[in-house]
Every structure is written in structure tokens, then in C-alpha cells.
T-cell receptor
Framework: GESVGLHLPTLSVQEGDNSIINCAYSNSASDYFIWYKQESGKGPQFIIDIRSNMDKRQGQRVTVLLNKTVKHLSLQIAATQPGDSAVYFC????????????FGTGTRLTVIP | DSGVTQTPKHLITATGQRVTLRCSPRSGDLSVYWYQQSLDQGLQFLIQ???????AKGNILERFSAQQFPDLHSELNLSSLELGDSALYFC??????????????FGPGTRLTVL
């Protein structure tokens, strides 16, 4: 299913370039931060997570950076491919012991072949 | 495929009606979460169940209710439907539910249209 529509921030990149998607979070007491990818017609798909006591975490072609000073999270995608075109959401888990997610607005990434 | 199944895929109904959305979690997962995705509100957490018991509540309206059955599948009941309830409803599941972070796996969603 299509995700949040009319006022999504958008990012267009050329295939092969690196992408950087940014997110500002609200709760300084959040314990975990997660990036999800949502393709058209599908549910959110986990990409990578980072705990609040870390600054950086790397996965396969993806890196998440956490700046707690300014409450900013970023997702870097290396060598962006057409299959990376999707809406990307950051989500946070408050340090309450519960496991429910609070999602950001989302960014639509379009990869230009 | 996340292993989480949701039925139906699409649902069209009228205002004032009641519908039931169904979710089956991944094998072995004890927690089920319900989220609503609408154009103006984004993805919002509604409610979580863990092993049959309500564990956390988010922005869920009083017209909405949920339950988790002994076989761990869950149902989200939406009643007195309004036009603004039109949205995608996602179910997610995780192994645990509280005390430690557990990755959530999302189903494909149910698209509800209220006419």
C-alpha cells in the first residue's frame, strides 16, 4: 500500500550514487532507533537499527548515524540501486520497556536509472 | 515475505458499519502489534498484545478494539466507521513484547475504505 502521501519529503538520486536520508526524532529518552523501508503495496520492512548508546552502525550497503546532541538520525545507502526506490521511515522505541514503534513522517527515495 | 499474514487485503464498507481485520503472526512470535497508516497521520501505533494479554496502548479510538486468541492470531475490530477511518492497517509481530527490544515484522496490510 502506498504510504504517507501528499507532503512526503522526496529525494532523487542517480543510480550508483550514495543516498542520505535524514530524520529528526523527538524523544531524547528513546532507547532504540530503527529504519524501515516501505515499497508500494507492501508493509514496512526492517533495514537496520541502532541503540541509543551507539553513534554509528553499519550493515550491508547501509549505515545509520545517530547524533543525540541534536536528536538527528540518518541513513546512508551506498551505491543506490533502482530497487532501493521506496519510502523510508525512521522509528523510535521509547525507554519505557514497551516495544511499540513511533514512526517519523517518511522520505520518498526515487532512484534514477 | 515476513511470515505475518493479514486478511482481508482490501475491505470496502459504509459509514456506521463494523469490520474485523485478522492477523496471524510469524510462527513462534508471541507479540502482535496493530498500526494505522493514513495520509494525514502517517504510521501510528494502535495497540499491542503479548501472549493473549494487552501490553501497550497507543492512539486507539474507543470505537476500535482488539484481542489476541490462544492460537496467537489477533483481530482488530473497528465499529461505527467514519470516513476518516479509511487507511491501511498493518499488523506486526515480534518474539517478545516488553523489557528488551524485539524486531517487529510487518504484514502486507489491510486497506480499509469507508464510503
Amino acid at each position: 500500500g502506498e504510504s504517507v502521501g501528499l507532503h512526503l519529503p522526496t529525494l532523487s538520486v542517480q543510480e550508483g550514487d550514495n543516498s542520505i536520508i535524514n530524520c529528526a526524532y523527538s524523544n531524547s529518552a528513546s532507547d532504540y532507533f530503527i529504519w524501515y523501508k516501505q515499497e508500494s503495496g507492501k508493509g514496512p520492512q526492517f533495514i537496520i537499527d541502532i541503540r541509543s548508546n551507539m553513534d554509528k552502525r553499519q550493515g550491508q550497503r547501509v549505515t545509520v548515524l545517530l547524533n543525540k546532541t541534536v536528536k538527528h538520525l540518518s541513513l546512508q545507502i551506498a551505491a543506490t540501486q533502482p530497487g532501493d526506490s521506496a519510502v523510508y521511515f525512521c522509528a523510535e522505541i521509547p525507554r519505557t520497556g514497551a516495544n511499540n514503534l513511533f514512526f517519523g513522517t517518511g522520505t520518498r527515495l526515487t532512484v534514477i536509472p | 515475505d515476513s511470515g505475518v499474514t493479514q486478511t482481508p487485503k482490501h475491505l470496502i464498507t459504509a459509514t456506521g458499519q463494523r469490520v474485523t481485520l485478522r492477523c496471524s503472526p510469524r510462527s513462534g512470535d508471541l507479540s502482535v502489534y496493530w498500526y494505522q497508516q493514513s495520509l494525514d497521520q502517517g504510521l501510528q501505533f494502535l495497540i499491542q498484545y503479548y501472549n493473549g494479554e494487552e501490553r501497550a496502548k497507543g492512539n486507539i479510538l474507543e470505537r476500535f478494539s482488539a484481542q489476541q486468541f490462544p492460537d496467537l492470531h489477533s483481530e482488530l475490530n473497528l465499529s461505527s466507521l467514519e470516513l476518516g477511518d479509511s487507511a491501511l492497517y498493518f499488523c506486526a509481530s515480534s518474539v517478545g513484547g516488553r523489557g528488551t527490544y524485539n524486531e517487529q515484522f510487518f504484514g502486507p496490510g489491510t486497506r480499509l475504505t469507508v464510503l
